[in-house]
């Protein structure tokens, strides 16, 4: 796509298209992960690195590129692909025939399945505040085994307001 950006007359005008930032996720996962790509870039297609973490190319060798280099590319990697040696190329196809069967869903389809994510998520918020109410709890019966000062009292609630709980016998009389 890069190099195909670059052939194009009128995207090849633009910085936009002939800066690739080096510290962009999508890039670093799908392009520099493969060992070779970085320096194909800077030696075989005229990309210079910079001191901002970018891979600039001019205008003027965008003009000088041959369209057959994206020819010899596109053979490369179709051979590559074929042997499995480049995994995000099958991931993205996976991508694509998912977007394409989410498409195709109707509207009432689209919302129940919004409404299993968001029921998934809070089974997940709830399992994980569980844990931390587990831990807590834990945490409370390790002091009261452990700790020598600890001793049974009235709980913090009460003792705020001066007067422990009182049944309504306590309170009215019978």
């Not at 690195?49 to 490369?76: G, R």
């Not at 074929?82 to 991508?95: A, R």
């Not at 919004?114 to 998934?120: A, P």
Request: net charge positive; hydrophobic share 30%.
């Amino acid at each position: 796509m890069i190099v195909k950006n670059l052939l194009d007359t009128q995207k090849s005008q633009d910085a936009k298209y002939r800066t690739l930032k080096l510290d962009n996720p999508k890039l670093q996962s799908k392009l520099f992960s493969i060992a070779f790509v970085r320096d194909w870039l800077v030696d075989g297609i005229g990309f210079v690195e910079e001191e901002t973490q970018c891979l600039t190319i001019t205008v003027e060798q965008c003009s000088n590129l041959s369209p057959t280099i994206l020819q010899a590319l596109q053979q490369s990697l179709s051979s590559l692909g074929s042997s499995g040696s480049i995994v995000s190329n099958n991931h993205n196809n996976n991508d694509n025939k998912k977007k394409a069967v989410e498409e195709k869903l109707s509207e009432k389809q689209k919302a129940r399945r919004l409404w299993e994510e968001r029921q998934k998520l809070e089974k997940l918020r709830e399992k994980e505040e569980r844990k931390k109410n587990l831990a807590m709890l834990r945490q409370d019966k390790f002091v009261r085994e452990n700790d020598a000062n600890w001793k049974s009292g009235v709980s913090a609630a009460c003792a705020k307001s001066g007067t422990g709980l009182q049944t309504f016998r306590d309170r009215h009389g019978e």
